[in-house]
């Protein structure tokens, strides 16, 4: 029998919802980490990524256009159009390309908050 090791979320306080445009993203700070967080309006849907875009290695992609590929909601990083899964995080552009991170998101009240890895929150 193999062992499953689950790592527990840490949830820190983002911003209000109203901090963050409709269809649009914003940059949010955690700790040295950009994380680019989504309000995905016409799926009354939160996201959360990297906002690193690993091709240009640019924090960019809070500035990305938001959409969907075959119903998969996505971000497209503003440079060079590369789309990645706001779900997983894998290249929707090319099976080849390297994925970007993502992170829970919950909403209490008006207030957003993003999930990180406990072992990474207490570096």
């Known amino acids: ?10 949830w820190f306080f983002a911003c209000k919802t109203s901090d963050v445009p409709t269809n649009g993203g914003v940059c949010v700070k955690y700790k040295d980490e950009q ?12 996201y959360a990524t990297q906002n690193l875009c690993p091709h240009r290695r ?3 992609l809070s500035r990305g256009m938001t959409g969907t590929v075959k119903d998969e909601p996505k971000v497209a ?15 929707l552009s090319d099976e080849t390309e390297c994925a970007i991170t993502t992170y829970p998101v919950k909403i209490v009240e008006d207030r957003v908050y993003i999930g990180v890895d406990m072992e990474t929150a207490a570096v």
């Open 77 to 91: 990083c503003p440079f060079h159009k590369k789309t990645f899964s706001l779900k997983d995080g894998r290249c």
């Open 58 to 60: 640019q924090m960019a």
């Open 1 to 10: 029998m193999s062992t499953i090791h689950t790592t527990a979320t840490s």
């Open 35 to 46: 994380i680019a967080l989504f309000y995905f309006a016409r799926r009354n849907e939160w």
